[in-house]
Structures are given as C-alpha cells and as structure tokens.
C-alpha cells in the first residue's frame, strides 16, 4: 500500500476510524495523479490524491466546486469528499463502465456519438463553473511556469503561437456564448456503459467555448472525419453548419498547442509516469500539420463568414 495512501486515510471522513487493512486498493490510470479504487466491506469508491508539483497550476477549491456542478448536471460521478486545500478527493463508482482509450473510442460503434450527447447535456446544464478557461492566457501562463522551471521549448514554439494571433482573431469575431467545459477531454476521462457515458477528472474545467470539448477530444481520440461528423451530429442533433464544424476543427490544434506546454512542464518536473518531452514534441508537430493543412483556412474562413 502506498505510504500517501496512509497519509490521507485518517483525514477522510468515510474512512476516518475504520480498519485500512480491511479495504483493498486498485492503482488506475492517472498521469499526473494517484488513483485508486478502493474496495471496502460496504462500498466501492475513487480516491484520488494530487501529484507533487500540481499545486502549481491547479486550483483546487475550483476543481471542488465544478466537480460538483457536473455531478449535478449529471454527467459525472457524485462527490463524496474533496479537500480544497491538499485536493485529495473522494467520487462514487461507476459500476458497470468501460474506461475508454485511444483505441477503444474509435473502434467502439458509436461512442462518438455518445460523448457528443453528454458533452451536450453538460454544456446546456445552465451550471456555472468557476475559473474562465482562457486558451492564449494560459498559453502565457504556462511559459511563465517553464521559464520559473528553466526549461526547454521545441524549436518554432513561439513562431506557431504568433501564427495562432490570426486564429485568435478569428474566433474573437464569432465569440462563442461560454458555456461549463471540461477542458481537457483525455479518452480515459470518458467513461461508457454502452448507452451513455460519463465524465470525470475536473482539474482544468472551466467556463469555455464548448467547441473546445469536442476539438480536443477529437484530437485525443485520433476521431477520422467521419467519427467527428457522427459526435458534432449527435452533438447538434443534426448536420452541423460549417462555421461550426470548423470552429471544432480549429481547437484541434489550438488544443494541441497548449497541451504541449503541459506536457513540458511535466517534463521539467521530472514527473515518471511517462515519457513527457515525447508528448509534448508529438503534440507539437501534429499543431504544425494540422494548420498547415490547406483545409485549415478554409476553416478559418468559415469561422468568419459564420
């Protein structure tokens, strides 16, 4: 058993008192954070406890808050315990779901199409999130971060970002009405029983453009078109116009741009779980393909006649 496991027990209040021996405890995924399925007499749950070095870019108390509001929007697992100062946090389990993958979204017969309904329903649940997820200010953001770090950009990284001021322009002119977002749509965050899915893992949620949802997780996903015209159909509830297939086009690479950040801060905090200066520099040139491909412009442009 991990020794931050027996750190956190007693200050858990569904735990508190009781005898950790007899719970059992299933390390999942997570690539900056410890997570654990915790088995006990009476009850299943998620306890989840924050990586060393997260508490320089997440907010905690926000975190707790949305977590929340989506568990009320119904989208995702209940709250059971979240501690907004050290963020351990304690969700129900959902029984009877299949964590998704990269391989397992796609090739999964219409999973597109039922993340682009709960992505629906949380985006009209009329909830209100704290923190306003701001692409180009957390971009500033997180090379302040890496410059505190001292650590090392990819080649072209500022070029692409001064290239990225006339996509910025173009999205400005259409803005979008915000809406609660998850932000960071990794696969393994979507959660499918075979008739819906559900959503978890709140740490970068925020009031947003809610075609960021669905850029991302098309990127994260490796969606083809056809996947993504299933979930934006699903999404719309019919054939979505071109200035809104085109506005989730662009946050596909605007998506991978900022995560290429984080994946260097990762990297510059000597975070074990993966190899992050591979992730960050794959992110990176799949940013520079995707808007170098003559089909972006034109996306551009439908943002801007939309």
């Known amino acids: 058993m991990d020794e931050q496991i027996k750190a956190v027990w007693d200050d858990i209040p569904c735990f508190s008192g009781k005898d950790i021996g007899s719970y059992t405890f299933e390390r999942l995924g997570g ?10 007499p009476d009850d299943t749950v998620i306890l989840r406890i924050p990586g060393e070095g997260t508490e320089a870019y997440i907010d905690r108390a926000v975190e707790a808050h949305n977590a929340q509001m989506a568990a009320e929007a119904g989208v995702s697992a209940d709250v059971l ?7 351990v946090m304690v969700f129900a389990f959902l029984d009877g779901c299949e964590t998704m993958t990269p391989e397992t979204f796609p090739s999964t017969p ?3 199409s039922r993340a682009g309904a709960v992505l629906r ?7 209100i999130f704290e923190f306003r997820f701001e692409l180009f200010t957390m971009i500033d953001d997180y090379l302040g971060v890496l410059d505190k770090l ?3 950009l990819p080649d072209g990284y500022h070029d692409v970002v001064r290239e990225a001021q006339g996509i910025r322009s173009a999205l400005d002119l259409k803005p979008a009405e915000l809406a609660p977002c998850h932000c960071d749509p990794l696969c393994e965050n979507f959660l ?3 008739k819906r899915m559900w959503v978890v893992d709140w740490e970068y949620s925020g009031m947003n453009d809610p075609m960021w949802d669905l850029g991302d997780l098309s990127v994260e996903a490796g969606f083809s078109e056809a996947h993504d015209r299933e979930m934006m159909e699903a999404y719309y509830g019919g054939v979505p116009s071109d200035a809104q297939f085109g506005r989730m086009v662009i ?4 998506s991978d741009l900022l995560w290429t950040l984080w994946g260097l801060i990762q990297h510059a905090n000597d975070n074990p779980a993966d190899d992050f200066w591979a992730y960050a520099i794959g992110r990176f040139d799949r940013c520079k393909s995707l808007m170098a491909d003559p089909t972006f412009s034109v996306h551009v442009d439908a ?3 939309g």
């Open 31 to 40: 690539l900056t954070n410890l997570v654990y399925r915790v088995v006990g």
């Open 81 to 87: 315990y979240a501690n907004a100062e050290n963020g």
């Open 110 to 112: 219409e999973a597109a």
């Open 121 to 127: 329903q949380l985006h009209n649940s009329g909830k």
């Open 150 to 152: 001292g650590a090392e």
């Open 192 to 194: 499918d029983n075979g």
């Open 251 to 254: 946050y596909k690479a605007m």
């Open 303 to 305: 943002i801007r006649n």
